[in-house]
C-alpha cells in the first residue's frame, strides 16, 4: 500500500470504535506533498462529518493554520497562546509565536511615543532600518517611551511602493531571489545590512539582484513585541 492508503486505514481503525475524541501525533510526517494535501482535508472532513474532537500535532505550520478552529502554541512545554488561527497569525503575543506561526520579519527598535490608533495601542519606534508604527497585541502590556522591543511584519506584508511616505518604508537592493510560481520570495539587504524577507504574490515582473527597491507596510500589518 502506499502512504496515503496506510495512513486512512490506520484513521480507519480508529475510528471503527466510534471515539469522542481522535488524538493525532504529525500523521502526515512521511508523506509527499501532494498527499499531504489530499490527507488534511480527509482527516478535517471526517472530524467534521462524525462530530468529533480531534487533537492534531504538528510542526508544520500550514497543516496547523489550515485544519485547525483553534490552535495553542506551545514553547518548551507550555502553552504561550491560544486561539484561531487568523488571531495567532494576525496577532501573535510574542516573537517566538510570530516567527512558530509563519515567517517573519523581526527588528530591534526603541519606542518614540505611543498613540491611539482605531481603539489599538498604537505605538511609534526608530530602528537602524528606520522609522515604524504599529500596535501592540499583547492586553496587559504597554511599552514605556525610550523602552526597548521588537517590530514583526510578515514577508506578505511589505509591498513595494515609490509613494515617498516616511514612516513604515524600508530602503534596500535585492540580495537574492527565489521563484516558486505563484509568488517570488526575496531577500532585501537594507543600508545598516539587515536582511528582509519580502513575498511578492502573482509576480509579472522579476526584479533583479542588486535592484534598489523602496518596501512599506501597512500599520495594521505593524505588530510591536516585548523583547
Known amino acids: 500500500m502506499s502512504g496515503g492508503q496506510q495512513q486512512r486505514v490506520a484513521l480507519a481503525r480508529a475510528l ?3 471515539p469522542k475524541c481522535l488524538l493525532l501525533d504529525e500523521p502526515l510526517s512521511n508523506l509527499d506533498a501532494k498527499l499531504r494535501l489530499e490527507m488534511r482535508s480527509e ?7 462524525n462530530n468529533l474532537t480531534g487533537v492534531y500535532v504538528t510542526h508544520d505550520q500550514e497543516e ?5 478552529d483553534r490552535m495553542a502554541v506551545l514553547d518548551g512545554g507550555r502553552i504561550v497562546q491560544t486561539g484561531t488561527p487568523e488571531e495567532i497569525y494576525r496577532n501573535p503575543l510574542s516573537a517566538h509565536v510570530a516567527g512558530f506561526i509563519g515567517e517573519t520579519n523581526l527588528v530591534e527598535a526603541t519606542v518614540d511615543r505611543i498613540v491611539r490608533d482605531d481603539g489599538l495601542l498604537g505605538v511609534r519606534v526608530s530602528s537602524a532600518a528606520g522609522q515604524f508604527h504599529g500596535h501592540v497585541t499583547r492586553g496587559n502590556w504597554r511599552p514605556q517611551e525610550g523602552s526597548k522591543v521588537l517590530v514583526s511584519i510578515r514577508p506578505e506584508s511589505l509591498y513595494v511602493d515609490n ?9 534596500g537592493r535585492v540580495a537574492d531571489r527565489m521563484y516558486l510560481g505563484r509568488n517570488v520570495r526575496y531577500r532585501i539587504r537594507d543600508a545598516g545590512g539587515h536582511l528582509w524577507h519580502v513575498t511578492e504574490t502573482n509576480p509579472h515582473v522579476m526584479r533583479g539582484e542588486g535592484e534598489a527597491i523602496m518596501l512599506t507596510a501597512d500599520p495594521s500589518d505593524v505588530i510591536v513585541l516585548q523583547p
Open 16 to 18: 471503527v470504535v466510534k
Open 43 to 49: 482527516i478535517r472532513r471526517i472530524v467534521k462529518e
Open 64 to 68: 496547523a493554520l489550515s485544519m485547525a
Open 163 to 171: 509613494s515617498g511616505i516616511p514612516i513604515n518604508r524600508v530602503m
